[in-house]
């Protein structure tokens, strides 16, 4: 994102000092935000925060508490609560991200409660349940930063969260997923706006599982034909050598994130060895917008079929599951459940028979994956696996 700056006049004989728009990338503080928070250490400041949102109502405390204590971290005192409350019926204007404020104003008051800035923290949450017995959030955090050495007054806003390097906070109940959530939006905010973090709010995840497959009776359930689109064959960097290739044989977008996903199967030929021929099998997770691979997830090694693949090694059809974190696969002998933030393949489970379709089916609060054989469909409900 580029940086930009508008209305950056400053004038102190009851004007209005402008609004500085700043947009940042993700882990590098903007430097004059940088450079008022160095301004700030060993000083005093008001804390204050607002919901912009039903669901972030109940966590403006949590959202105060974590700005307080990087506020400490950085050697910056905070205005004791009472006092912030009278400056907030001063500074009405801060309710709203997008007003203006005076700079007589500003200065008249920080020499009033013997601050030298003010940080006004405004937060969104998000809550949706997750694929089995959890929720996830998503969380938004801008910063209004307003400093007495320039009082100037810069806004800082967070990247988006719930993309792959920023995943959404997921937790065994609604209100654990978002304490995760606005946390971790008030660090990056927090960053961008030039402060130290001593120990960054790390995403919460929760680990998945497929139980073991039931016959499933419903033949109206809405399977497609796996998708082939030829547009995402050159991001996926496939194999291509003299006596070792590699072909697509499905593919598939995620419903958000600018991801997809690519299946490619190996073929390894070697005349001067036994066996010849090798077989293998994998998918590309590749970035559409960016135009690259970002991760490569084995399905089948590159090997002679074994006793526990008597079927094709080739990935038949593939899905994201409900958006770009999580995704399956089928091949001719196993149904793959991968975590894509993380690379890590969460389910590997026998298939009874070789698959010629798959789909994910919403039931109430449970999540299936589907599969279709030439005799019958098979669900695999996705839980969450009970540790001893």
């Not at 995943?167 to 130290?196: I, K, Y």
Request: proline content about 5%.
């Amino acid at each position: 994102m580029n940086r930009t700056e508008t209305n950056t006049c400053l004038r102190l004989r009851g004007r209005f000092v402008g609004l500085v728009l700043v947009g940042c990338l993700a882990g590098q503080p903007d430097p004059d935000a940088a450079e008022s928070a160095g301004f700030l250490q060993g000083k005093k400041v008001a804390v204050t925060v607002f919901a912009q949102n039903d669901q972030a109502k109940g966590l403006t405390k949590t959202a105060q508490s974590r700005i307080e204590e990087v506020m400490a971290d950085n050697d910056v005192a905070v205005l004791d609560e009472q006092k912030a409350h009278e400056l907030n019926d001063i500074f009405k204007t801060l309710e709203d991200p997008g007003a203006f404020v005076t700079a007589e104003t500003f200065v008249e008051n920080a020499k009033k409660f013997d601050i030298q800035g003010i940080l006004a923290v405004y937060t969104t949450v998000e809550v949706v349940p997750g694929l089995a017995d959890y929720f996830s959030a998503t969380a938004h955090a801008d910063i209004r930063f307003v400093d007495s050495a320039t009082a100037k007054v810069r806004a800082i806003s967070t990247p988006p969260m719930g993309i792959r390097g920023a995943p959404p906070s997921d937790g065994l109940t609604s209100n654990s997923a978002a304490m995760n959530a606005v946390q971790r939006a008030v660090d990056s905010a927090a960053r961008l706006a030039g402060f130290e973090i001593a120990e960054l709010t790390r995403a919460k995840s929760v680990d998945l599982a497929l139980s073991d497959p039931t016959v499933y009776a419903d033949g109206g359930v809405g399977f497609v034909k796996p998708d082939n689109e030829q547009a995402l064959w050159d991001l996926a960097s496939l194999e291509k050598q003299t006596w070792r290739t590699e072909e697509v044989t499905c593919t598939a977008r995620a419903p958000a994130g600018g991801l997809a996903a690519v299946a490619g199967y190996i073929k390894d030929t070697n005349f001067r060895r036994r066996p010849e021929r090798l077989y293998g099998s994998r998918v590309h997770i590749v970035d559409v917008a960016n135009r690259k691979r970002v991760l490569c997830l084995d399905c089948s090694p590159v090997e002679m079929k074994s006793r526990q693949e008597p079927n094709t090694k080739q990935v038949l059809a593939l899905t994201f599951v409900r958006s770009w974190r999580h995704l399956c696969a089928v091949t001719g002998n196993h149904v793959h459940f991968w975590d894509v933030e993380r690379g890590v393949e969460l389910a590997r489970v026998p298939v009874p028979e070789e698959p010629t379709a798959l789909c994910v089916v919403n039931n109430d609060r449970e999540v299936w994956i589907v599969i279709r054989t030439k005799k019958g469909s098979w669900k695999y409900p996705i839980i969450r696996p009970i540790r001893q």
